[in-house]
């Protein structure tokens, strides 16, 4: 079955850069169609999508994040790597990630990891 | 790319049947049949509820239904059970690889 699984940092200062990490299992990374996302939710409000990354080394990112935004991906080790710079207290939230449904220009997440809370504090 | 507007709550008794409206653009719900709508518990991660618009993943109720007028996506939830009360958001695909979700919607069955 598949199953994802964030694991990272906890705690993290101001202006350092959070890197987080996606092991799955269940399907892998290289097979055709594939994709894996971030998104994240800070503490009482509403999910944010951040990032996709897709079997082909493509790649999406939010807009707004961009420039702070860098998703990789390691198919031997099953794992996905989301890394996020200048950290601030806003950015302080549960971070999942999640295996995409569909193909194409289909995207829905069917699978989701438990999450990883991330505080941004000095 | 804004969020997409979804009512920040809305409620109905048992058995009564609520609809979650989310309102985007041409750009992201008008603009292709990709919205899916997620429930979300306090405390637990999102569970998929529709897909595509329309679609049901296996083990949905069929009590949940999902439709789409313009740039405004619906999900209804008729026969509206104890167990239905949590938080429903809305993603549709933006292109360019892009995805947007909705601000969310607290139900409350009365």
């Known amino acids: 079955q598949i199953t994802l699984k964030e694991s990272g940092p906890t705690l993290v200062n101001p202006t350092q850069t959070l890197t987080l990490t996606c092991t799955v299992s269940?399907?892998?990374?290289?097979?055709?169609?594939?994709?894996v996302g971030w998104i994240r939710q800070p503490p009482g409000k509403a999910l944010e999508w951040l990032a996709l990354?897709?079997?082909?080394?493509?790649?999406g990112y939010s807009p707004s994040l961009r420039r702070r935004l860098t998703i990789s991906k390691d198919t031997s080790k099953n794992q996905v790597v989301l890394s996020l710079t200048n950290m601030d207290p806003v950015d302080t939230a549960t971070y999942y990630c999640?295996?995409?449904?569909?193909?194409?220009?289909?995207?829905?997440?069917?699978?989701w990891g438990q999450g990883a809370l991330v505080t941004v504090s000095s | 790319q804004s969020a997409l507007t979804q009512p920040r709550s809305v409620s109905g008794s048992p058995g009564q049947s609520v609809t979650i409206s989310c309102t985007g653009t041409?750009?992201?719900?008008?603009?292709?049949?990709?919205v899916s709508w997620y429930q979300q518990h306090p405390g637990k991660t999102p569970k998929l509820m529709i897909y595509e618009v329309t679609e049901r993943p296996s083990g949905v109720p069929g009590r949940f239904s999902g439709s789409k007028s313009g740039n405004t996506a619906s999900l209804t939830i008729s026969g509206l059970q104890a167990d239905d009360e949590a938080d429903y958001y809305c993603c549709s695909y933006a292109g360019s690889y892009t995805l947007v979700f909705g601000g969310g919607t607290k139900l409350t069955v009365l």
């Open positions: 999640a295996h995409r449904g569909g193909s194409g220009w289909s995207h829905y997440f069917d699978y």
């Open positions: 269940g399907f892998s990374l290289g097979a055709s169609g594939v994709a």
């Open positions: 990354i897709y079997w082909d080394d493509d790649k």
């Open positions: 041409s750009s992201d719900v008008g603009g292709y049949d990709y």
